[in-house]
Structure formats: structure tokens, C-alpha cells
């Protein structure tokens, strides 16, 4: 059975294996991480002294090594997969393709699942690519195998939202480096200000903070420090925290009990990737009337 690949999917990955800028790219990329493994592996070493003469295992201490290299891995693709994205749709408007690939059978929806689906997997290459970094610090580091599954998918997460913000803006701007521009202030928007509604709700009422903690749920930041928390500990930091009722809502405090916050923090980034997609799909479609109405003074 052959299976059906999205054209768009297929065409940038045949440009892009074609390209020396992958090439280039991952080498970059490799050389970050493995300037991050060594550095971190230099300052447990320069520790290790210390703990000799307190007759410490020394070695306990290789288990940094994983959150190290992960974050600055997480970090990179949080900055490149929203400028790949944001360049999608409005690089085609200002290279004049755009009505051509709307003249193609294929719908709106297919369009924005083509590009962010080629995004990730163009992450999907880096990721790869990086495994023997990674397997080092979680082998040196006394992780399970099974954990590092976990992160690739977590990391695969990341890139499916970074990249659903990145392709909504393209769908709105004409222009890339205002669609950039645009995706990263939505960015400070969601990893920042999701902290504003909780201190509003402290202010207003002495001590509770209701449900407004929910809105946590939907940032990437406190889901991968409660991500490596969990999987360092085998504890979240949230459930460390120890709400009582009285701090917060019933399903916060209900959530907040178990490690279930992680796992319907996943879920809620997940639905709100697919919330942005949504709004791309329906900018991009050509029967909206307002879209219409601009490619007619066109």
C-alpha cells in the first residue's frame, strides 16, 4: 500500500535535502550541544575535588548533565522552529506563488498541516542527529532509555506548537520578518503574561489564586520545568508546592495532587497548537471574504 504524502511536506524536503544549509545547520546545532555537554561535564569535574574530601559519590552529580544539554537543546528549537514557520506562507506571498498553491487541490487545512508537519520534521532531523549526545548524558547520567523517548516526544510537542504560532502569523502578514517579529512577541505573550492573571487574582482576593493557575497549563515553559522535574525526581515541583483548597480552585487542586499536570498540560498545548492551525487554515482559505476582497484590489 503506497502511502499518500502531503505535497507540501515532500517538495520541502526535497529542496531542503538538497540544500547545504541543513548540512551547515546541524552542524551548528551539534557543536552547541556538544559545547554544552563539555562545559557542564568541566564544572562537575572541577567540583569533583570537593566532593572527594567530603566522600561524596562524585558521580552522582553526571545526572546534571542531561538537564543541561536538554534545555539548551529545548531552547533551540523554541527559537528556530518559529522563524522556519513564520517564513511559510509569507514567503510565498512575497515570491508571488501563494494564488498558484491555492489554485492546487488542496485545502487550507492541508496547507497549514503541510508546513508546520515539514517544520517538525526538519526539527525531527536535528533531534536525530543529536541522539548520541543525548544517549551519552542520559547513559552517563543513569536515565532510562525509556525517558529519553519521552523528551523526543516532548521536544516534538514543542516544535508542533512553536511551529502553529509561527504559521498563524505567516498566514497574516506579508511579509517574513513581520511574521518573525509577530511570533515571538506572541511568545512573550504566552511564556510571560500567563503569570499576570494569577498575581491579579492573589491581588484582588488576599491569598486565593481560583483557577487561575489553569492558564499554566497552557505554557511550555512550566510544562518541560515540570517535565524534567519528573523525571529527575519522580516529582513535579507544582505537587511540591503543596496547594491547600483554600489557595486555589477544586480542579487545580485536584490536578496539582498527581503528577496528571504534566500529562494535561501536554494535552492543553496540544489542543492550542490546534487552535492556531485553525486560525491559519481560515485566513489562508480563499473563500473567506476578507482574504477575497484583497487579492481582487490585487
Not at 66 to 83: N, Y
Not at 112 to 134: D, N
Request: charged share 15%; with cysteine.
Amino acid at each position: 500500500m503506497k502511502i499518500r504524502l502531503n505535497p507540501i511536506v515532500k517538495k520541502d524536503l526535497q529542496v531542503s535535502a538538497r540544500s547545504m544549509r541543513l548540512s551547515w545547520g546541524l552542524f551548528a546545532y551539534e557543536a552547541l550541544l556538544t559545547m554544552a555537554f563539555l562545559l557542564a561535564l568541566i564544572v562537575i569535574q572541577e567540583n569533583s575535588s570537593y566532593f572527594y574530601y567530603r566522600e561524596t559519590n562524585i558521580y552522582s552529580d553526571l545526572i546534571y548533565l542531561f538537564p543541561v544539554v536538554a534545555v539548551v537543546q529545548v531552547c533551540i528549537v523554541a527559537l528556530i522552529v518559529p522563524i522556519l514557520t513564520a517564513s511559510s506562507i509569507s514567503g510565498e506571498k512575497e515570491r508571488q506563488t501563494f494564488d498558484i498553491m491555492l489554485t492546487t487541490c488542496m485545502s487550507p487545512w492541508s496547507i497549514v498541516v503541510g508546513k508546520v508537519t515539514s517544520a517538525v520534521i526538519r526539527i525531527l532531523f536535528f533531534v536525530v542527529g543529536s541522539m548520541p549526545i543525548m544517549a551519552l548524558s542520559f547513559v552517563v547520567g543513569g536515565m532510562s532509555w525509556g525517558n529519553l523517548l519521552l523528551y523526543v516526544l516532548a521536544v516534538v510537542l514543542l516544535s508542533v506548537f512553536s511551529g502553529s504560532i509561527g504559521i498563524m502569523c505567516s498566514a497574516f502578514c506579508k511579509k517574513s520578518i513581520t511574521a518573525v517579529i509577530m511570533s515571538f512577541a506572541i511568545y512573550c505573550v504566552i511564556y510571560g503574561f500567563s503569570f499576570v492573571p494569577i498575581l491579579i487574582t492573589i491581588m484582588m482576593t488576599g491569598r486565593s489564586a481560583g483557577e487561575s493557575v489553569l492558564l499554566l497549563l497552557f505554557n511550555p515553559m512550566v510544562f518541560f520545568e515540570e517535565f524534567f522535574s519528573l523525571m529527575m525526581t519522580g516529582e513535579t515541583l507544582i505537587n511540591d508546592i503543596s496547594f491547600s483548597r483554600k489557595d486555589v480552585g477544586f480542579i487545580t487542586y485536584h490536578l496539582t495532587q498527581s503528577d496528571l499536570w504534566v500529562y494535561v498540560s501536554a494535552a492543553a498545548i496540544l489542543l492550542l497548537s490546534v487552535v492556531f492551525m485553525l486560525i491559519a487554515a481560515w485566513k489562508v482559505n480563499p473563500m473567506n471574504a476578507r482574504g477575497g476582497k484583497k487579492r481582487k484590489k490585487g
